[in-house]
Antibody
């Protein structure tokens, strides 16, 4: 069974840092793009970042560029999101997801983890 | 920045057909994907590449796309289909940066 389990969320002050982890199992982790998607409380979904199988390509939503870094360790079947200079508007549930590419015409996420809550507040 | 537009809400009675639309300028060249999110749960993929249904998704879920609009159709909606539905796609500049629509709350009662 494919499983994704996020961890590392919590309460952090504005300007602080946090590192999220996502443990993958049930599939060949090194063969897939991986992604982070977030959801602010009571709001919609927002794509955050994608990373290629070998980590050589990374893409970010504009609002987190320069502050967040997506990375992976294929030997540990793990995905990470290093979040620095956190702001109140980064408060959200963060989901990791396995990604599939539709050639050059798009990509999708399946499955998703259950998410980890990040709260940025003083 | 690129945007996908969905109606905030759709309401149908059980057994009726529900249609949720998603409009975006790049949809003629990019696929639309649809996710279902029930209260307190992680999203689940229900349609990929405009019209393909993943295994395990009931046949009443279908998707289509024409021009700048993609549509998720639930034929014979059930009470258990009540959820938020999000479309997702990428903009015309590439394939690796995506955007979700604002979401549509489907009420079945």
């Amino acid at each position: 069974e494919v499983q994704l389990v996020e961890s590392g969320g919590g309460l952090v002050q504005p300007g602080g840092s946090l590192r999220l982890s996502c443990a993958a199992s049930g599939f060949t982790f090194s063969s897939y793009w991986m992604s982070w998607v977030r959801q602010a409380p009571g709001k919609g979904l927002e794509w955050v970042a994608n990373i290629k199988q070998d980590g050589s390509e990374k893409y970010y939503v504009d609002s987190v560029k320069g502050r967040f870094t997506i990375s992976r360790d294929n030997a540990k079947n793990s995905l990470y999101l290093q979040m620095n200079s956190l702001r109140a508007e980064d408060t959200a549930v963060y989901y990791c997801a396995r990604a599939f590419l539709s050639g050059i015409a798009g990509h999708w996420f399946d499955p998703w983890g259950q998410g980890t809550l990040v709260t940025v507040s003083s | 920045s690129y945007e996908l537009t969905q109606p905030p809400s759709v309401s149908v009675s059980p057994g009726q057909t529900a249609r949720i639309t998603c409009s975006g300028d790049a949809l003629p060249k990019k696929y639309a994907y649809w996710y279902q999110q029930k209260s307190g749960q992680a999203p689940v993929l229900v349609i990929y590449e405009d019209s393909k249904r993943p295994s395990g998704i009931p046949e009443r879920f279908s998707g289509s796309s024409s021009g700048t609009m993609a549509t998720l159709t639930i034929s014979g909606a059930q009470v258990e289909d009540e959820a938020d539905y999000y479309c997702y796609s990428t903009d015309s500049s590439g394939n690796h940066r995506g955007v979700f629509g604002g979401g549509t709350k489907l009420t079945v009662l």
